[in-house]
């Protein structure tokens, strides 16, 4: 991690639903030219919705349906054993909403990267919008960080902010969030593919060349902080 691949990065993405985040992984290598394939997309639902779009896309496709599996540690076992088979430099998380045991995390040291729906470590676990409302808070966002055995924890390689509006309800709100996350992830992901993003002794993430890693959702769209301070 962290030197600059001579070879292309290769990424397994891991969903469970719609996938609208990883369209923006796949768009974003396709777009700006990465040196980067996506090599597999693997959902725990073989009905989720964003595997057809992986199909239709050319994508390597898996849909293995956990509940098939007598424990999560043997659906686990057989998933990494799946993903061992396409040597990923990378596993993204993007929209997979399944807790990952212990043993799958550290058997993919510092390589397993998750989005979030909230500025962690606010807001860990489930209706992550609905939980921002609830508390009050005037900021809400998202966060794309290294996965460790914590749930919805680790570290923070970027964050994207967007404001609570009076009249914001859960569904609104994921609406907005869902822009940055997009954004947000297609940056993240051309980071990861330029071999630009490493952790040091401290496990801060530093990615190189890139002074700030946060975004903002303005009413001209997306921007990134740094462009606009
Ligand atoms: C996204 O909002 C993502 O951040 C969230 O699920 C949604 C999936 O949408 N992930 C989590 O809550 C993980 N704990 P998508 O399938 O369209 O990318």
Redesign the pocket.
């Known amino acids: 991690m962290g030197d600059t691949f001579t070879t292309r990065c290769r990424f397994v993405v891991l ?1 469970s ?6 369209q923006a992984i796949v768009n974003a290598i396709e777009q700006q030219g990465l040196p980067a394939d996506v090599v597999a997309v693997i959902a725990n639902k073989p009905d989720a919705t ?1 595997l057809q779009w992986a199909q239709d896309r050319g994508l390597t496709i898996h849909g293995l349906d956990h509940r098939n599996y007598a424990s999560r540690q043997d659906f686990d076992n057989m998933l990494a054993e799946l993903i061992d088979s396409y040597h990923p430099d990378y596993i993204l998380l ?4 399944r807790v990952l045991t212990p043993e799958f995390v550290s058997h993919f040291p510092n390589s397993i990267v ?4 909230s500025l962690l470590p606010a807001f860990p676990g489930l209706k ?1 919008h609905q939980q921002a409302l609830n508390a009050g808070v005037q900021w809400h966002g ?1 966060t794309v960080h290294f996965v460790t055995p914590v749930l ?1 924890h680790g570290p923070i390689i970027a964050q994207g902010v967007v404001a609570v509006q009076a009249d914001d309800n859960p569904d609104t709100l ?1 609406a907005r ?2 822009r940055v ?1 997009h954004r947000m992830y297609a940056d993240v992901t051309a980071w990861l593919a330029h071999g630009r993003v490493s952790l040091d002794t401290d496990q801060r993430v530093h990615v190189s060349g890139a002074a700030n890693r946060s975004f903002l959702l303005t009413p001209q769209g997306v921007e990134t902080t740094e462009s606009i301070l």
Do not use: Q
């Open positions: 969903i639903g719609r996938g609208s985040n990883m964003g993007a929209g997979y909403m998750n989005i979030h729906p992550t998202c919805d994921a969030v869902l996350e």
